[in-house]
């Protein structure tokens, strides 16, 4: 929680600045009152200095002009949707957070909201001091990535030739200089790197154009400039991400930062932090969606036995049970949906039972495999027949596998081999499963993992990023390698548990 800010004189000062946008003048009267001070209406301590709009243009207004840390938005504006409106806002004020209010929550409101990239969501049913909390968090936020980007420019600062990457390129940008830590990276001795084209020799081909028009500005100008790259390493693959820093004096020096782990850090920080806001949420929407889905069931089967008694000829009846049999399938989606957004929103405890590994998998390809055949797709497997036990929850580690195997079907559609494969160790048991259909693009695969990332017409974009939340409850990990056109292999690592 934020420390108070004392002023000169001994004031407590505002913690932050909040944005209020929503046209309904009571609410925002309450959310006024709330939030002004340590008691409502305390003019004198404000806990918050507090702005208010009434609409989304006006609201825009407000942030290009005044800033803030946190806007609490209503959903429903005069001229716009408060989903809409965050990613202009965040724009406007960089560091701030968005916080959406409404009367009323849906699936989709709550995906479009975790897309747009809003801190939380709140119903309009709050408690003051739960509405406070959601905002003394998002100010914490707020001032950790303020701390975090003075920490950074001091630190750029500072760095000379340290641990880092460092090359110096001339004016036809050759390299006249790459220290030890840059030439690991490369795969060459510092020595071979002089002369040599640094930008076609080690920046990937969908960056190349991006890091000639930074240099090029560098040359130029007056201050340093920044790019982030991919960065070729010795096999002639891009797995790094390099954040460049360029300057100039006689040479144009670039000094790289290595932020691969950071940013899929960050990356993972972020997913978890709005799955942990949306659980509440979750639970709340589980129980008002389920009991009309359970309900709209009872009744589609009551149907379908009133139409086996109707006067009507065989082929009117067959059309009627046809499209009884979509809706039921629409209301099994649907319900598969919840269920999964339910799996990746609440956090829940795995259960510590002895699995048979090989077993569990043989279970799962029994279960699809009229699904397989049906497809023209031929099942391998390489599974021991015993050995492989690990400690764990047996019903999400299927949940993982039937996961894996239904993708793999699914992505060979003109029929190919789905090959399971089992290994055991003294310390770990993994499971790959590899399909020959059309792979994944190269530009797709970093973001497979992604909570609603799909591209599958009717996908959710929640199967992998489940895969990854119950193995890594696991311990273990989770690898994809993909090539297009030739097919896809997922490798899941998890201890035995049982040292």
């Given at each position: 929680?934020?420390?108070?800010?004392?002023?000169?004189?001994?004031?407590?000062?505002?913690?932050?600045?909040?944005?209020?946008?929503?046209?309904?003048?009571?609410?925002?009267?309450?959310?006024?009152?709330?939030?002004?001070?340590?008691?409502?209406?305390?003019?004198?301590?404000?806990?918050?200095?507090?702005?208010?709009?009434?609409?989304?243009?006006?609201?825009?207004?407000?942030?290009?002009?005044?800033?803030?840390?946190?806007?609490?938005?209503?959903?429903?504006?005069?001229?716009?949707?408060?989903?809409?409106?965050?990613?202009?806002?965040?724009?406007?004020?960089?560091?701030?957070?968005?916080?959406?209010?409404?009367?009323?929550?849906?699936?989709?409101?709550?995906?479009?909201?975790?897309?747009?990239?809003?801190?939380?969501?709140?119903?309009?049913?709050?408690?003051?001091?739960?509405?406070?909390?959601?905002?003394?968090?998002?100010?914490?936020?707020?001032?950790?990535?303020?701390?975090?980007?003075?920490?950074?420019?001091?630190?750029?600062?500072?760095?000379?030739?340290?641990?880092?990457?460092?090359?110096?390129?001339?004016?036809?940008?050759?390299?006249?200089?790459?220290?030890?830590?840059?030439?690991?990276?490369?795969?060459?001795?510092?020595?071979?790197?002089?002369?040599?084209?640094?930008?076609?020799?080690?920046?990937?081909?969908?960056?190349?154009?991006?890091?000639?028009?930074?240099?090029?500005?560098?040359?130029?100008?007056?201050?340093?400039?920044?790019?982030?790259?991919?960065?070729?390493?010795?096999?002639?693959?891009?797995?790094?991400?390099?954040?460049?820093?360029?300057?100039?004096?006689?040479?144009?020096?670039?000094?790289?930062?290595?932020?691969?782990?950071?940013?899929?850090?960050?990356?993972?920080?972020?997913?978890?932090?709005?799955?942990?806001?949306?659980?509440?949420?979750?639970?709340?929407?589980?129980?008002?969606?389920?009991?009309?889905?359970?309900?709209?069931?009872?009744?589609?089967?009551?149907?379908?036995?009133?139409?086996?008694?109707?006067?009507?000829?065989?082929?009117?009846?067959?059309?009627?049970?046809?499209?009884?049999?979509?809706?039921?399938?629409?209301?099994?989606?649907?319900?598969?949906?919840?269920?999964?957004?339910?799996?990746?929103?609440?956090?829940?405890?795995?259960?510590?039972?002895?699995?048979?590994?090989?077993?569990?998998?043989?279970?799962?390809?029994?279960?699809?495999?009229?699904?397989?055949?049906?497809?023209?797709?031929?099942?391998?497997?390489?599974?021991?027949?015993?050995?492989?036990?690990?400690?764990?929850?047996?019903?999400?580690?299927?949940?993982?596998?039937i996961n894996l195997v239904v993708n793999s079907i699914e992505a060979m559609k003109e029929g190919g081999t789905?090959?399971?494969?089992?290994?055991?160790?003294?310390?770990?048991?993994?499971?790959?499963?590899?399909?020959?259909?059309?792979?994944?693009?190269?530009?797709?695969?970093?973001?497979?993992?992604?909570?609603?990332?799909?591209?599958?017409?009717?996908?959710?974009?929640?199967?992998?990023?489940?895969?990854?939340?119950?193995?890594?409850?696991?311990?273990?990990?989770?690898?994809?390698?993909?090539?297009?056109?030739?097919?896809?292999?997922?490798?899941?690592?998890?201890?035995?548990?049982?040292?």
């Amino acid at each position: 929680m934020p420390a108070v800010q004392v002023a000169a004189g001994g004031r407590p000062r505002p913690l932050g600045r909040v944005l209020i946008v929503d046209d309904n003048t009571e609410l925002v009267a309450t959310l006024h009152a709330v939030l002004v001070g340590p008691t409502a209406g305390d003019k004198a301590h404000p806990r918050f200095e507090v702005v208010t709009a009434s609409c989304g243009e006006e609201a825009l207004a407000v942030a290009k002009t005044q800033g803030f840390d946190v806007a609490i938005v209503d959903v429903k504006l005069p001229d716009a949707s408060g989903v809409d409106l965050i990613r202009p806002l965040r724009a406007a004020s960089p560091l701030g957070e968005v916080v959406l209010i409404t009367g009323f929550a849906s699936v989709d409101a709550a995906i479009g909201a975790l897309r747009s990239g809003a801190y939380a969501f709140v119903l309009k049913s709050f408690r003051p001091e739960e509405l406070i909390s959601t905002v003394e968090q998002a100010l914490t936020k707020v001032q950790l990535k303020r701390e975090r980007e003075e920490l950074e420019r001091r630190y750029r600062a500072l760095v000379e030739l340290t641990d880092v990457l460092v090359v110096a390129l001339d004016v036809d940008e050759r390299v006249v200089l790459m220290n030890r830590k840059t030439s690991a990276l490369a795969g060459v001795s510092a020595e071979d790197a002089l002369g040599r084209q640094f930008i076609e020799s080690w920046i990937p081909a969908e960056d190349l154009q991006r890091v000639r028009d930074t240099i090029a500005q560098t040359k130029v100008g007056e201050r340093a400039r920044e790019v982030e790259t991919g960065f070729v390493d010795s096999t002639g693959t891009v797995k790094r991400r390099i954040r460049w820093h360029l300057s100039r004096a006689d040479l144009v020096y670039a000094i790289g930062i290595d932020v691969t782990e950071r940013r899929a850090l960050e990356k993972r920080a972020a997913d978890g932090e709005a799955m942990s806001a949306m659980g509440a949420l979750a639970l709340n929407l589980a129980h008002e969606i389920r009991n009309p889905l359970n309900a709209a069931v009872l009744q589609l089967h009551l149907l379908g036995r009133n139409i086996d008694k109707l006067e009507a000829d065989e082929a009117t009846r067959a059309a009627l049970h046809k499209r009884a049999e979509i809706v039921g399938d629409e209301i099994g989606r649907l319900n598969r949906l919840l269920t999964e957004f339910l799996e990746l929103a609440r956090p829940r405890g795995i259960a510590r039972e002895a699995v048979h590994v090989g077993r569990l998998v043989d279970d799962v390809l029994d279960l699809e495999r009229e699904s397989a055949a049906t497809r023209r797709i031929k099942i391998e497997r390489a599974i021991p027949a015993d050995g492989c036990i690990a400690i764990g929850d047996r019903e999400k580690l299927k949940q993982v596998v039937i996961n894996l195997v239904v993708n793999s079907i699914e992505a060979m559609k003109e029929g190919g081999t789905l090959t399971a494969r089992v290994e055991c160790a003294a310390e770990r048991v993994t499971i790959a499963i590899e399909d020959t259909g059309v792979g994944i693009p190269d530009d797709v695969l970093a973001n497979v993992f992604d909570p609603f990332f799909t591209t599958k017409e009717a996908g959710t974009g929640l199967g992998l990023s489940i895969v990854r939340k119950i193995v890594d409850a696991h311990a273990g990990e989770v690898h994809i390698e993909s090539k297009r056109a030739q097919g896809t292999r997922v490798t899941v690592s998890i201890p035995t548990g049982r040292s």
